[in-house]
Each structure stands twice: as C-alpha cells, then as structure tokens.
C-alpha cells in the first residue's frame, strides 16, 4: 500500500487527488494528534509531526520500492519484515536520544 502513493504520487491526476482528499490527509490528521498527544506526555521531545511522519513513511517507501536496487547492492531484501522492524527502531532510538536544549 505504500507503493500505490509513491507511484501515483508523482503526478497530479484525479487519482493523486482522491488518494490526498481520502487517505492522505485523515492519515496526516491522525498521526499529527498521535504525535502531540505523546509530546505532551514527555515520550517525544517538540517535534513538527510532518517531518517525523516523512521520515517514517519516506524511508519504508524507498526500501520498498527500490527493494531489488538494495538486494543488488548489499544483499539485504528491505521487505523483510526484520528488516522493516530494524529501521523503525533505529528510528525510534534516534528520538529517543533527541533531547530538547536545556534538558
């Protein structure tokens, strides 16, 4: 499913604008909520939620979509699901270790 908006993406047709008007944004509203909800709570530091929701997706959508590219280069299939895992939690330690200044 990460592919379709990746492909579909690229070009502004009435696809692009259906995906954004019912998928895209209630999805970005979401997370946007989920993310202030766990920055009041202290879990993550101040953060805009678009940048950390791209971070998340855009990465999981290069691997997917350049899976074979990856598996040439390095031997690694990027669809494995220990794979996936692998790059959410070192995503997730990167934030972890993210500290507001003066903390």
């Known amino acids: 499913y990460m592919l379709i908006p990746l492909l579909e993406g690229v070009n502004k047709s009435w696809r692009s604008d259906y995906l954004a008007e019912h998928h895209l944004k209630r999805n970005i509203a979401n997370f946007d909520r989920y993310v202030r909800e766990l920055v009041a709570a202290g879990v993550l530091p101040p953060i805009e939620s678009i ?48 500290k507001p200044k003066g903390s």
């Not at 899976?67 to 972890?96: C, M, S």
């Open 51 to 98: 940048y950390l929701q791209n971070i998340f997706t855009g990465g999981a959508q290069l691997f997917l979509a350049l899976g074979p590219l990856w598996q040439k280069a390095i031997d690694v299939d990027t669809h494995e699901p220990e794979f996936i895992e692998n790059y959410v939690n070192t995503l997730l330690r990167l934030l972890k270790a993210a």
